[in-house]
């Protein structure tokens, strides 16, 4: 299944290629275009009937995670964060070390020592280390070195109603939506972006929008949904199940309201459900893609996924079906030349 | 069967306090080939005879390993099929978030825990830990649905797969004490190669995690003339002081300190020396926070060891035990109650 090879592939930003190496190979046979350009973005194109306005969609590839900065004489492998991680996640988990994926853990110091105001306090990412189970450092440096990427160890499991749960659905959801639309939709001329780097400060995309100009992006993300109880309506960014998440506003982008309102209305035509992303937190490639050169027009389109940037992220089959589904409404517009009339 | 495997079935199942039987067959199959007989006690301890040779004086020894494990238990299904959850035995709520669960209700249901949203707390809570109050078990289900599948009062456990580390170390949740277990095991197979004279009780005790209940009513039963109990001991890491510790993969642990009867603690060193086994000392002045405790002060109080095989990160769902420790344990056990005799018992045992 691709979003399980997916999202079981490790990708921390700055070293995604084995998340490039399998999206390469999934969508090659299907571009007219393909090219990985200097910072490691993957930029296919596939050609159809000639549209006056450049559409570019767009996922990125990578994914938070940890990396070595130190080992210390006992072999204990210090880490720092890459990308969004809530320290308290990290305690007490399986992790994989380095392009080899080592085994190791992330433990912590036993409840019955711990005095009263550590047990109230979290644990600083400086107090924790990686055991890969060696008695040395000398013995560590064989199987590891300091710069290497350390990812979750958490399996693409699907469980409850129609649920996922995986490491990185953000935003492999968004890579395995771009890659079925590269397979599957025909005759239409879409630029395929896959980014670099979103989790760092989006770095990759400003240079992908640059050497591409469109006229107008879509950026597919998996993006923050909360619906535990007790907490007010407003509160929720998403609930699961509702549908695709179309942006409103986050902290990169005023997303553009006519294009909206036209997704809006495909959306409703087609009998799909969707809801509006109702936070302002968070920002993705679009904040860079829409600055880039004279600018661009763009929309996000998330599929839900609870506990983001955690080993144990959850999404819903149903929603990733629908947004799909919207997706290719959407370009079936595009290609009527309606969709970019009056944006 | 090969004791790691072994070591893989108990922990990959599951034995919170109170809910042992789940584990019972696994055991039962494995140490059926060297006991003469298997028996379980009103409680559900598990326990296994071994009959010594010409055992005319009826030396009694037995030897303890708690099969508990710690987990969670359901307290209430709330909206939108999340679930609150409280636990048994001591468990460092920082240890729960963002782990994969799985509830043992009618049928088993995977789950990942999950707090507040991280958008909705005050800056400075992120440097607070997290208690089980603020925690949410979703299980992906609508909660009417949920309600056919799981009741309150069932239990949880962490869902974390078993792997080989480096170097013979092996890591999973429950090693504490399924280690213990897996010792014994070692030991009663290496006790086919030896002589004993002494009848040998290997007691899988139950419900040691919420106060050491089940090696008081089986040290009971048996009435053992020496108790041994064989649980894990704080392994040494970056953050515990080194006193406080055991070394992972130097052998085990030889407890210390008030439950331990000198003699036949001297006894178990000498024996570590003879054979040439690897040993620490594991200091406890007053308790060893083991079945120890409890065996010590049955009936009219009973002499009694503790082995302590080095454990790291005790409680969490990432315990690491070294394989090479659960050996030396076994072998040192093994030689020990196989030099126990009618002759040298008594000496050993008066003050």
């Known amino acids: 299944m691709l979003l399980k090879r997916l999202t079981e592939a490790s990708g921390i930003s700055g070293n995604e290629w084995e998340v490039r190496n399998l999206i390469i190979n999934e969508i090659k046979d299907h571009v007219d275009d393909l090219k990985i350009d200097k910072l490691g973005n993957v930029i296919a194109f596939k050609k159809g009937k000639e549209i006056p306005k450049k559409l570019m969609i767009t996922a990125h590839m990578d994914e938070v995670g940890l990396m070595i900065i130190d080992v210390d004489d006992k072999g204990y492998i210090k880490f720092t964060t890459v990308g969004g991680i809530d320290k308290r996640i990290l305690v007490s988990k399986p992790v994989l070390v380095g392009d080899k994926k080592i085994p190791g853990v992330i433990g912590s110091k036993p409840i019955h020592l711990q ?229 | 069967m090969d004791t790691k495997k072994f070591l893989k079935e108990l922990c990959t199942n599951y034995s919170v306090s109170g809910h042992e039987l789940s584990i019972k067959e696994t055991i039962t199959k494995s140490f059926e080939k060297y006991a003469d007989e298997i028996n379980t006690d009103r409680l559900g301890n598990i326990v296994i005879f071994k009959k010594g040779k010409n055992n005319d004086s009826n030396i009694k020894i037995m030897v303890a390993a708690h099969m508990d494990e710690v987990g969670l238990m359901v307290k209430s299904i709330e ?66 649905k949920l309600k056919n599948y799981i009741s309150i009062g069932d239990i949880i456990t962490i869902n974390r797969e078993f792997r080989e580390l480096k170097n013979g170390k092996l890591t999973c949740k429950s090693l504490d004490n399924k280690a213990g277990i897996a010792t014994m095991y070692e030991a009663i197979k290496e006790l086919m190669k030896l002589d004993h004279k002494a009848d040998l009780y290997f007691v899988c005790t139950v419900q040691e995690e919420v106060g050491l209940r089940g090696a008081h009513t089986s040290t009971y039963g048996i009435n053992p003339d020496i108790g041994i109990a064989i649980d894990v001991g704080f392994g040494s890491t970056p953050e515990l002081p080194k006193h406080k510790t055991i070394e992972l993969g130097k052998g085990p642990g030889i407890a210390i300190g008030g439950t331990i009867h000198p003699k036949l603690r001297e006894k178990m060193v000498k024996i570590a020396e003879k054979y040439n086994i690897p040993f620490q000392y594991d200091i406890s002045p007053s308790s060893t926070g083991t079945d120890a405790d409890a065996i010590q002060l049955t009936r009219e109080g009973i002499p009694t060891l503790c082995l302590s095989i080095p454990l790291r990160y005790m409680h969490t769902s990432v315990e690491v035990v070294d394989i090479k420790d659960i050996e030396n344990t076994a072998k040192l056990l093994a030689f020990f109650v196989a030099s126990i005799t009618e002759e040298n018992l008594e000496g050993l045992l008066c003050y």
């Open chain 2, 79 to 144: 909206k939108n099929g999340y679930i609150k959850f409280t636990n048994i035995g001591g468990i460092d709520p920082k240890t729960i978030l963002g782990q994969e669960v799985i509830v043992h209700g009618k049928k088993p249901l995977f789950g990942v825990v999950v707090s507040k949203p991280p958008h909705l707390q005050e800056a400075s809570e992120s440097n607070k830990a997290l208690k089980l109050d603020d925690l949410y078990i979703d299980l992906g289900y609508d909660s009417e």
């Open chain 1, 115 to 343: 005095m009263k105001e550590e047990r109230d306090k979290a644990i600083e990412v400086d107090n924790l280390y990686i055991d890969i189970g060696v008695d040395s450092k000398e013995e560590a440096l064989k199987y590891v070195k300091i710069g290497d990427y350390i990812t979750f160890d958490s399996r693409y499991i699907e469980f409850g109603d129609n649920l996922i749960k995986a490491k990185a659905l953000d935003n492999r959801v968004g890579c395995s939506l771009l890659i079925e639309l590269i397979k599957e939709v025909e005759d239409i001329s879409f630029y395929g972006v896959f980014t670099v780097m979103e989790e760092v400060g989006l770095k990759g995309a400003g240079p992908a929008a640059y050497s591409v100009d469109p006229d107008i992006c879509i950026v597919l993300e998996g993006t923050l949904c909360y619906d535990v109880p007790e907490i007010d309506s407003h509160f929720i960014p998403t609930r699961l199940n509702d549908g695709p998440a179309i942006s409103l506003i986050d902290k990169t982008t005023l997303f553009n309201k006519a294009l909206r309102e036209k997704i809006v209305e495909i959306a409703k035509l087609n009998d799909i459900p969707y809801q509006y992303r109702k936070s302002s937190m968070g920002g993705n490639d679009s904040g860079k893609i829409h600055t880039t050169k004279e600018g661009a027009i763009t929309a996000t389109i998330s599929v839900p996924c609870r506990n983001i940037h955690s080993p144990t992220s959850v999404m819903s089959r149903k929603d990733y079906e629908n947004t799909l589904k919207l997706l290719k409404a959407i370009l079936c517009e595009y290609k009527k030349g309606e969709f970019t009339s009056g944006i």
